[in-house]
C-alpha cells in the first residue's frame, strides 16, 4: 500500500511539473501566437477572406444621415437681420461602398477605386425626398463673394444674368434635387459659354458628385512585409501630398484611407487618416477605452484643434485665409468658392459663430464625431463622423441678389456617416479575434495553476505516507532478544541436556 502511494506521489509530481512548465511556456510562446494570428487576420491579403472580405466589400451597414438648415426668415436676411433656422432631418440614405480595379504591387502595396451608392430609406428619414427646404443660393451667393474684387461693370453683368435666369439669394427645392441635383438654366449658360467655372457639367446639387462616384485611386501599404504600415496610405491618385494648402505639413497625405487602422494600438496612439471630400488628412485622438458586445475598444474623437485657425493653433496656419476657431476654409478644394467645413451647429466653434445665426444648439452627443476601435486589431467597430457645410455670405457690391445681407457664416447642412459592426459579422469576429486569443491567453495560467496543484498534491501524499510509516513504528511493542528464534529453541536444549537424551534433531545442522 506503501509503495503505491510513493507511486502515485512520484507520478503527480512529474505530471504537475511537466503541466506547470507548458503553462509557463505559453506564458511566453501564447502572446506571440497570438499577435501572429492577428497580423494574418488584418493584413491585406487575399488567402485569408476574413480581413479581405470586409476590406474589399464593407459587409456591415452604413448610412448617411443628412439635416438640412432650413431658412425661416430669407426676406428679413436680405434686410441685413440675423438667419433663422430650423433644423430639418434625418433624411437618411444607406451606403454602399465596394473597391474596384483592384491591383497588387510588388512593394507590398495595392492600389484600388472605391465606389459609392446611396439609396435612400424612407423608413429611418423623416420625411421624404419630395420635402420642400429652404436653403441659400450657393450659385448666385457663392458666385457673389468669388466676384467682390471682380471690376464693378463684371458684377452687373453677372447680377444682370442673374435676374435673367431668375436666380434668387434663396432656394426652394426638395430634398432630393438639393442633394442629387437640379435643372438649371443657368448653369447650362456657364457651361456654354465660361466651360470649366462650374465644378460639374449636369445637374446641380450638393451631392451630385458622390453617388455612382468613386474617391480616387488609393495605394495603401498590405502590411505583409511590416504590419505597422498596413491600410496607410503610400499615395492618392499618385500624389504623395497634395497642393491645395500653403504648408507642406498641411499638404501631408498622412495616416490610412480612414477605413482601418494598424494593429496594437494603446492609449496613447492616434487615428490619422486622409479625407479627399475634406482635401486634408485629419487625426482624431484617444479619449476613453469601453466595451461592446464583449468586444473591448478604444474611443478616439476630434480633438479641438481640428478646425481651430492658424493664431489658436499655428499648425494649422496653412489652412488659412481663417476666421473664427471651428470653421476651416476648404474654398482652395472647392473651385475657389466661399464654402466652410465645420462640426455640426458649430459644435467645439468659437461661441461668436452662433451668435450671428439663431436656432443652433450644440451638444457632444449629438454632434461630436467619434470611432471605436478595437485597439488589438485595428478594426473600426462603431463609426459616427459628423461635419457641417457652411457658406461664406454678405453684400457684394453690384450684385443686388446680395442686398443687404450681414456678413454671416451660414450653415446648410451637415450630415453624419455612421456604420457598425453586427450580426454574423459580429460573431465571426468575435470568435477568431476576440474569444480565441483570449480562451489562449486563460488557458496558459490555466495549466500553470494545474500543474502547482498537481505537485502540491504529490507532496500531500508523500508527506502522509511518511507520517503512517512513523504511527505504526510507534505502535509496535518492544523486543528483549533481537533473535526470537533462538528464544524459541534455548527450552529445548535444556531438556535434552537434563535427561541425556541425544539432541533433537532440529538442533542438528
Sequence with gaps: MAVSRTKLAVGLGIAGILTAVFGVILVFVGPIVIDDQIVKNVEINPKNSLSYTMWKDIPVPFFMSVYFFNVLNPKEILRGEKPMVEQRGPYVYREYRQKDNITFHPNNTVSYLEYRQYHFVRDMSVGDESDVVVIPNMLVLGAAVMMEKMPLPVRLVMSATFTTFNENAFLNKSVGELMWGYDSELVDFLNKYLPGMLPTTGKFGLFSEFNNSNTGLFTVFTGQDDIRKVHKVDSWNGLKKVNYWRTEQCNMINGTAGQMWPPFMTEESTLPFYSPDACRSMELVYERPGVTSGIPFFRFVAPKTLFANGTDYPPNEGFCPCRQSGIMNVSSCRHDAPVFMSHPHFYNGDPVLREFVLGLNPTEEQHGLFIDIHPETGVPLNVSVKLQLNLYMKKVLGISQT?????????????????????????????????????????????????????????????????????????RPPSADPDP?????????????????PVPHVLQP
Excluded at 456617416?417 to 469576429?429: A, H, S
Excluded at 483570449?438 to 488557458?443: L, S
Excluded at 524459541?488 to 531438556?495: G, S
Aim: proline share 4%; net charge negative.
Design 403 to 475: 442686398d443687404s445681407i450681414s456678413e454671416v457664416v451660414m450653415p446648410m447642412i451637415w450630415f453624419e456617416e455612421k456604420g457598425y459592426i453586427d450580426g454574423p459579422v459580429r460573431t465571426t469576429f468575435y470568435v477568431n479575434l476576440v474569444l480565441l486569443p483570449t480562451i489562449m491567453e486563460v488557458m496558459q495560467y490555466v495549466f500553470i495553476a494545474l500543474g502547482l496543484f498537481l505537485v502540491l498534491s504529490a507532496l500531500f501524499l508523500k508527506l502522509r505516507d511518511k507520517k503512517h510509516v512513523s504511527e505504526d513504528a510507534a505502535r
Design 485 to 501: 528464534s533462538l528464544s524459541e529453541r534455548a527450552p529445548l536444549l535444556r531438556d535434552a541436556v537434563d535427561r541425556d537424551c
